[in-house]
């Protein structure tokens, strides 16, 4: 049986972890909202421009705030599905076990529902469909290369923009 651990273990791992997350925002649509990315981080690996936290703004609807709080759960859902994939599918070659799967589920009902008032059903909706729109991203074995230059000019750079990351994605063809 294949294991796989979600502390990184090595900077390597990282890699392919910070690499995964850029893959996913991108897919998202979403690089717009990354001020950098950083393998040096002591925190968070990806910093997010201010308009990403500032939700409860007075001059918004009720509706417009909750809808901004699960669109970033959605995105921050599926920088943690993809950090995982690309470690595994792309970087070990096989699949994530199912019970890391259902544990990062589990994890995800608890944060939707403390975070944006989802209940399961709804939660396991976004789940499932992020896990299967990024699990055919990192199963398309063609994009491996890509991904692996990914990780190697991230490796080389440490620290690069969101706009870097889009030109680099766009450079190697990977979205």
């Known amino acids: 049986m294949n294991t796989f651990n979600l502390t990184y273990q090595n900077e390597d ?3 392919y972890g910070l690499a995964g997350m850029a893959i996913s925002l991108a897919a998202l ?4 909202n ?3 990315v950083s393998l040096d981080s002591d925190g968070p690996m990806v910093h997010f421009t201010h308009s990403y936290y500032l939700c409860g703004s007075p001059v918004l609807s009720p509706k ?3 809808a901004n709080m699960v669109n970033n759960f959605n995105l921050t859902s599926a920088m943690v599905l993809s950090n995982v994939m690309a470690r595994s599918i792309v970087r ?3 699949e994530v076990p ?4 259902a544990e990062l589920r589990r994890e995800m009902v608890r944060e939707g529902r403390d975070s944006c008032s989802l209940d399961e059903d709804e939660v396991t909706q976004l789940y499932n469909r992020a896990r299967n729109y990024l699990h055919r991203i990192f199963h398309n074995e063609r994009l491996h290369p890509a ?4 990780v190697r000019t991230l490796g080389r750079r440490r620290t690069m923009s969101g706009s870097e990351i889009a030109d680099e994605l766009h450079l190697l063809q990977i979205l």
């Open 147 to 150: 991904i692996d230059e990914l």
């Open 92 to 94: 070990m070659g096989h």
């Open 13 to 15: 791992d990282r890699a």
């Open 98 to 101: 199912e019970e890391i799967m």
């Open 29 to 32: 649509d979403a690089l717009d």
């Open 64 to 66: 417009a705030v909750w």
């Open 34 to 36: 990354v001020v950098f």
